[in-house]
């Protein structure tokens, strides 16, 4: 029986191999993978061994990047370093004045939502509320980003859940929605919201807003109508809109394309661009504001870097830093345009050797217009980021001789607010007549300068009001943000403590009718538009801000001040 146990014992030990299949099945995974792995010879060993290696290399790597450029290495800094921000020392102080703007869009904040939450518009002087844009809540949407920006959050949450019960494909009986209008604020205002916030829901409402106003393109030329009837999904004809209108719509179509995955809203407003590109034009870069929308020939206007002209620039090198500095396109029209702009457009006071300013021209850029408005106040800010963007040092320097000068609009009046805009007298002693609605101008013989228009460099035309505009503190932000310089943070503050002095009310903010006026509440309009929460404000905040908080090596903003991430990766 022994012996019989031994050979059975010697029997099963034969019989289980490295290679029984039986074997195979009680071993370890691990165990197998070694088995595996010495098969191999020690050439194909050393080969896998150094795939490996290379891959985690890159692993590791990527991670890195993704850490330290979370949008993608850029190809030149912008923004200044946070050390040199850093030293200019003004930490305590920038603390205190964005606690004093952050109360002041609390302030504002809760008026609105005491006595209009949901509605267009707050009327700050009588507490009631108007839907003049529809009664999609615009104030509400284009403040979102504001809100969150501020950390303002539990405000964020309440308006998010207000947008997301709201029907874009709806607006007021009767009322045709302005396209570009609702494109910058409304797409725009939901875009950022979404990617600062990742609420799922603003992305599903952009999306509702973005389809409700593509009807604007169906047009003879796909250039679009300036309505749109989103009740009944259709766009109101137009023979003609303006190039702002326009040419304002593609980088919230671009953002839009970009997170949901469809080309098409990308493509069919980049058409506006390529037409406009190719369209006769006056002079190299310069565009007359009104477009034929059945020929999307320029067909008259002044050229303009204000109203009615002036974000269509803007865009143009705003597009280029979103593509990643890819589509060369957007460079050469703005060089172009910049180029004739300095050729042209750009002037001296007589009496300030220090203060510039852009003028208007007439339709065959062959009159000049001597009027600089608060609008254009945009174009310093924008020539300093093109500075940086494309190494035009020139430009910055001209950037910073404008933003004195828009400076100057504030300082130069008794409250300290700007008017929309100034006029200069030329060499001849000559200034502007009114324009009339095909923006056709005069100039005319004046009389004497007054002392107090030598000592301004500028005399103020009819239209004296200060609307809670936003675009000399966009420059004054960038400008700071580019070139280190804290002046610029002293000019903000400045400015700051005029807008709280004279446009608070118990509420929120007015407009005010005169700002050469001391009279105060007297000169309060009734009006608060949405734009002074999501722009006017958003600035002075991020102005004292560190300047990486939303830098400008990381987003684009837009028009309507809604800060979208630049795309990791361009796209046709």
């Not at 891959?55 to 190809?75: H, M, N, Q, S, W």
């Not at 949407?141 to 019960?165: C, P, S």
């Not at 009944?232 to 137009?238: E, M, T």
């Amino acid at each position: 029986m022994e012996g019989i146990a031994v050979h059975r014992e010697s029997t099963v030990h034969a019989d289980y191999t490295d290679d029984s299949p039986l074997l195979a099945k009680r071993q370890s995974w691990r165990s197998r993978l070694r088995n595996k792995w010495y098969r191999f010879d020690r050439l194909t060993r050393a080969l896998f061994c150094l795939m490996f290696l290379m891959l985690g290399c890159t692993l590791v790597a990527r991670i890195f990047i993704e850490i330290e450029y979370p949008f993608g290495k850029p190809d030149s800094q912008v923004t200044i370093p946070p050390r040199q921000d850093s030293d200019n020392r003004t930490e305590r102080s920038d603390e205190e004045r964005r606690k004093a703007v952050r109360a002041a869009m609390k302030h504002a904040w809760q008026g609105y939502r005491q006595y209009a939450f949901g509605k267009d518009e707050l009327l700050p002087v009588t507490n009631s509320s108007n839907n003049k844009w529809g009664g999609w809540g615009v104030t509400l949407i284009d403040a979102l980003d504001t809100l969150h920006l501020m950390e303002l959050h539990e405000e964020f949450k309440e308006g998010v859940h207000h947008v997301a019960n709201l029907d874009f494909t709806k607006a007021k009986s009767g009322y045709t929605t302005p396209f570009f209008e609702m494109i910058i604020r409304s797409l725009g205002g939901l875009l950022s919201a979404y990617e600062m916030s990742l609420d799922v829901r603003l992305l599903r409402k952009a999306k509702e807003v973005g389809d409700a106003l593509m009807p604007a393109f169906d047009t003879p030329t796909g250039i679009p109508y300036p309505r749109v009837d989103v009740n009944k999904g259709k766009a109101v004809p137009a023979n003609r809109v303006c190039i702002a209108e326009a040419g304002t719509v593609q980088l919230e179509y671009w953002k839009l394309s970009e997170l949901t995955g469809n080309p098409v809203y990308h493509e069919t407003a980049q058409k506006v661009v390529d037409l406009l590109d190719n369209a006769k034009k006056p002079y190299k870069g310069l565009y007359p504001i009104w477009i034929d929308t059945s020929s999307a020939e320029l067909t008259s206007g002044s050229i303009t870097f204000g109203g009615m002209g002036d974000s269509w620039y803007e865009y143009m090198i705003k597009q280029y830093i979103y593509s990643r500095r890819e589509h060369d396109q957007y460079r050469r029209m703005y060089e172009e345009s910049i180029d004739s702009m300095k050729d042209l457009m750009v002037r001296r006071s007589i009496y300030d050797p220090e203060m510039f300013y852009v003028g208007d021209l007439d339709a065959t850029a062959t009159k000049f217009s001597p009027r600089f408005q608060h609008l254009t106040c945009f174009v310093p800010g924008m020539l300093a980021l093109g500075s940086k963007v494309l190494d035009r040092p020139d430009d910055l320097e001209l950037a910073k001789q404008l933003t004195y000068t828009c400076f100057q609009m504030y300082n130069r009046t008794a409250t300290g607010l700007s008017p929309e805009y100034v006029q200069f007298r030329n060499k001849r002693n000559q200034g502007l007549s009114e324009f009339d609605e095909n923006g056709e101008f005069a100039l005319l013989s004046l009389s004497k300068a007054s002392e107090k228009e030598k000592q301004d460099g500028f005399y103020l035309g009819p239209n004296r009001s200060y609307i809670l505009r936003p675009e000399a503190l966009e420059s004054i932000m960038i400008m700071y943000r580019i070139t280190g310089d804290k002046m610029y943070k002293e000019w903000g503050w400045q400015i700051f403590q005029a807008i709280d002095k004279w446009t608070k009310t118990p509420s929120a903010n007015s407009a005010y009718h005169d700002v050469t006026s001391t009279a105060g509440s007297s000169q309060w309009t009734d009006s608060m538009e949405s734009f002074f929460l999501a722009e006017t404000l958003k600035y002075l905040y991020l102005l004292f801000s560190p300047a990486e908080y939303y830098s400008l090596d990381e987003y684009v903003f837009n028009t309507e001040a809604h800060p979208f991430k630049i795309m990791r990766h361009a796209r046709p």
